[in-house]
C-alpha cells in the first residue's frame, strides 16, 4: 500500500511513463491505420504509364544518376570563394574612411591572400576548361 | 459561425445522423479538391486572381494546389494547348489521383478559341475527357469560381460505383487512356 502511494506521487519513477507510451502508440496507430485503410479503399486506377516517374509530363530520357566531371564542380567552388570575396569589399566600400589607414591595411592583407590562392590554383591548371 | 459545407439529406435525431456513405464521401470529396493548374496563358492570369486575396478560392476548400498530379483531383486546364503540349497534359491527366476531375478554362482550353491554326489543339476534349467548361476569354475569376462549384456539384453527387462502370471503362478507352494494367 505504502508502495502503491509512492508510485502515484513520484513522477520520476519509470512506471509513470506508461501512458505516455501508450498515447504515442495510439498516435503511431491512428495514423497507420489511416493511411493503410485509405490505401486500400481508395479508388485507383494502376496503369504502366500511371506508375511511371513524373517529369512534368515529359518523357523520360535516361537516368539522373551519370558521373559528372569534376571541372564543373571545382569552377564552382572557385566562384563562390571568389564571389564572396567580392561580397566583402561592401562593407569595407561604406566604411571606407571611417576605417582609415588600418582597415585598408586589413583588407590589403585579406585580398594578397586571396590573391596568393589565385595564382595557385592559376598555376595548378584548374581554370584551364580545356585540358 | 463558418458554415463550411452543407450536410446531405439524412435521418437526423437526437445526437446522431445518419446518410448514405456515396453523399458522407462525395461532401467530403467536393469539400477538398485539389486543383492542379495547368496554367498556359492568360486565363492563368486570372487563375492567380482567382487565387489571391479578392476572390479567395480557398473559400471551397482548394487553397492546397500542388504541381504534381500524385496529389491532386481536379486539373484546371488554362489556356492555348499547343499539339506539341498535347501529350504532356495526357500524360498528366493519367498520372493524377482518383478520382479526378477536369475543369477546361477559357475559350482556347474548350475549343482553340481563335488560334485556329495548325498548331493548336482544338479543344483539350480531343485528348482528355473534361468535365466542365469555362467560357469566356479570359473568363473572369468568379466565371472560374462557378466553373469549381460546378465540378463541387459534380463531386457531391458521384456515386462510387461510377467509374468502375463500362460505360466509364468504354469512356476512357476512347480517348486511348489505359483503364487496366
Partial sequence: MLDLLNLRTNMSTPESYIPILLQMGVAVGFVALTLSISHLLGPNRKTARKEDNFECGIEIKGDARFPVSVKYFLSAILFVLFDVEVIFFYPYAVNFKAMGWEGFMAVLAFVSIFLMGFLYVWKRGALEWEK | ?181
Fill in chain 2, 1 to 181: 459561425m463558418v458554415k463550411i459545407g452543407e450536410a446531405p439529406e439524412g435521418i437526423e435525431g437526437q445526437g446522431f445522423f445518419a446518410t448514405s456513405l456515396d453523399k458522407a464521401i462525395g461532401l467530403a470529396r467536393a469539400n477538398s479538391l485539389w486543383p492542379l493548374p495547368f496554367a498556359t496563358s492568360c486565363c492563368g492570369i486570372e487563375f492567380m486572381a482567382t487565387m489571391g486575396a479578392n476572390y479567395d478560392l480557398a473559400r471551397f476548400g482548394s487553397e492546397r494546389l500542388a504541381f504534381t498530379p500524385r496529389q491532386t483531383d481536379l486539373l484546371m486546364v488554362m489556356g492555348t494547348i499547343a499539339k506539341k503540349m498535347g501529350p504532356v497534359l495526357k500524360q498528366v491527366y493519367d498520372q493524377m489521383a482518383e478520382p479526378k476531375w477536369v475543369l477546361s478554362v477559357g475559350a482556347c482550353a474548350c475549343s482553340g478559341g481563335i488560334f485556329d491554326t495548325y498548331s493548336v489543339l482544338q479543344g483539350i476534349d480531343r485528348i482528355i475527357p473534361v468535365d466542365v467548361y469555362v467560357p469566356g476569354c479570359p473568363p473572369r475569376p468568379e466565371q472560374i469560381i462557378e466553373g469549381l462549384m460546378k465540378i463541387q456539384e459534380l463531386a457531391k453527387n458521384e456515386s462510387l460505383r461510377r467509374r468502375n462502370s463500362d460505360e466509364y471503362k468504354k469512356m476512357l478507352e476512347s480517348y486511348n487512356i489505359e483503364t487496366a494494367e
